[in-house]
């Protein structure tokens, strides 16, 4: 039977992540040139009060949020129009001044940071929403908007953002775009690949592409896509156009317990039988993860905490009754299958909030225990886990039981994220022992080295092992074609 009464508990904190040494940096480009102070006086002319050249303001600008990745950058550019990003890009391909885009700088693969000294772009100050379509549900808005605000904009209008990030309080929609951000309701609303309708790109020779459509159905090419997950290499995306959802009228949040993965698997199967067109969310969360977050926030878990995997499912719709007579009946068979053998449903957004703080607070948990080597895989469904037993059977072999393995991720999607906490902090011992075999692993079930993250400085290098070797050779002429001299983003994304 299924408990309606939520335990209260402390406020989670989070604890900063320890700093990693262990990846290469790829050597300095002698193609370009460095900043001179007669480019900072010209950048000082587009932008007035647009440059930062203060060691101690630039510093939050050369590290992500990690404390992982850090550059050497020694001007951030903070551009308010389209045509500001145009100017300086232009000017930086006549000079060539690599150039590295940032949004909210919330990425775990180091995109989002200069590599050594490129000039940083930021779009914090594009932050205004242009326009917002009622009737056809389309916002147009400057890719410096944070994807909180656009969602409160949103809600207080009756509609929602589709896209939903733990780091939505920071995370810009111009990088959420730029990485193609998948998030916990990719199931009910798709990628971004889908929800963008149209968006305004500066290339990096300083050509705007004004592609700024609000079509839903468009056959005279299709643009827009080359930019999305193009991860800032290609172009800066300065305004965008999305297609959003109505905000649902009727939510419901269900905690669940699972004997097994299989039991997981077959409670997925089911929640799509029972509840297809009101299904939004399906998480799960293995056992050992659910420990580490019990165990750093000292909270109180809503069920009982002994149980192997857990799974969180939610649902959208828009008659409370009717979706309750659905989840209910969902949840009446997936517990005489013997598939769920505990579970508790949110009686109120506390309830929820209380319940997603538990997969959401995960992360940065297992961090506060050590330093955690993070990858975010996709697979398919059935082997999903089978990734986390054999990097936790590698562990056990070499004697290492001061390293956790822990898995949790998208069901609907097919993402796992394994993340790996050694104790004794940083190891390339532990490192050794999870690379290359994560990847290895990935390429021989078919998998692919990056479900949402993006590629970054961190997966490069890695990059053919899921990619063949043509895919590869055309996004490198791609870049070549749209980039000629190299000058955005370098040393990220695809390989040499």
Not at 13 to 22: D, E, H, N, S, V
Not at 31 to 50: C, H, S, Y
Not at 199 to 211: E, F, N, Q, R, S
Not at 254 to 262: G, H, Q, V
Request: charged share 20%; aromatic share 8%; net charge negative.
């Amino acid at each position: 039977m299924f408990r309606r009464a939520f335990a209260q508990s402390a406020i989670f904190r989070r604890i900063p992540l320890q700093l990693r040494w262990g990846s290469a940096k790829a050597e300095r480009d002698d193609r370009f040139a460095k900043l001179q102070n007669e480019d900072v006086d010209f950048f000082k002319q587009i932008l007035p009060t647009g440059v930062v050249t203060d060691s101690d303001q630039l510093e939050r600008y050369n590290a992500d949020w990690l404390n992982q990745w850090h550059g050497n950058s020694q001007v951030v550019l903070k551009p308010s129009t389209t045509q500001q990003v145009s100017h300086i890009l232009s000017y930086c391909n006549s000079r060539r001044l690599a150039v590295c885009p940032q949004g909210g700088n919330t990425g775990l693969v180091g995109g989002s940071v200069p590599v050594h000294d490129e000039i940083i772009v930021s779009l914090e100050r594009m932050r205004n929403v242009i326009e917002f379509d009622e009737v056809s549900g389309a916002i147009t808005c400057e890719a410096g908007c944070v994807l909180e605000n656009l969602d409160t904009y949103l809600n207080e209008r009756g509609f929602a953002m589709p896209l939903d990030l733990g780091a939505k309080g920071t995370c810009q929609i111009g990088g959420n775009v730029a990485t193609n951000a998948g998030g916990l309701r990719f199931l009910r609303y798709g990628s971004l690949h889908q929800n963008v309708l149209g968006l305004k790109a500066v290339l990096p020779c300083g050509t705007v592409i004004d592609h700024m459509n609000r079509l839903k159905k468009d056959n005279t090419g299709d643009l827009k896509q080359l930019f999305i997950g193009s991860e800032g290499t290609l172009g800066i995306i300065t305004e965008l156009c999305l297609q959003v959802p109505v905000k649902p009228l009727s939510v419901s949040v269900a905690l669940l317990a699972c004997p097994s993965f299989a039991d997981v698997q077959k409670t997925f199967v089911m929640a799509k039988q029972h509840c297809s067109e009101i299904l939004s969310a399906c998480e799960f969360m293995d056992a050992r993860s659910v420990q580490s977050f019990i165990e750093v926030t000292g909270k109180t878990f809503p069920i009982d905490p002994d149980h192997q995997f857990y799974m969180v499912v939610e649902t959208h719709g828009s008659n409370g009754d009717h979706d309750e007579e659905k989840l209910n009946g969902f949840l009446e068979t997936v517990m005489g299958e013997g598939c769920v053998v505990d579970g508790t449903i949110a009686q109120s957004g506390k309830d929820m909030a209380e319940i997603w703080e538990c997969r959401e607070g995960i992360s940065p948990a297992m961090s506060s225990k050590g330093y955690t080597y993070k990858y975010d895989i996709s697979l398919p469904v059935p082997r999903m886990y089978d990734l986390v037993e054999d990097m936790r059977a590698r562990f056990a072999d070499t004697g290492r039981d001061d390293v956790l393995t822990h898995g949790f991720g998208h069901l609907g999607d097919g993402n796992v994220h394994m993340n790996i906490t050694s104790t004794k902090g940083f190891d390339p011992d532990v490192e050794a022992i999870i690379e290359p075999f994560v990847y290895e692993w990935t390429q021989k079930n078919r998998g692919s080295i990056s479900a949402e993250h993006g590629i970054g400085q961190m997966k490069r290098d890695v990059l053919h092992m899921t990619k063949s070797e043509t895919c590869v050779g055309l996004m490198r002429q791609l870049k070549t074609l749209m980039d000629p001299n190299g000058i955005l983003n370098p040393y990220k994304v695809v390989p040499e």
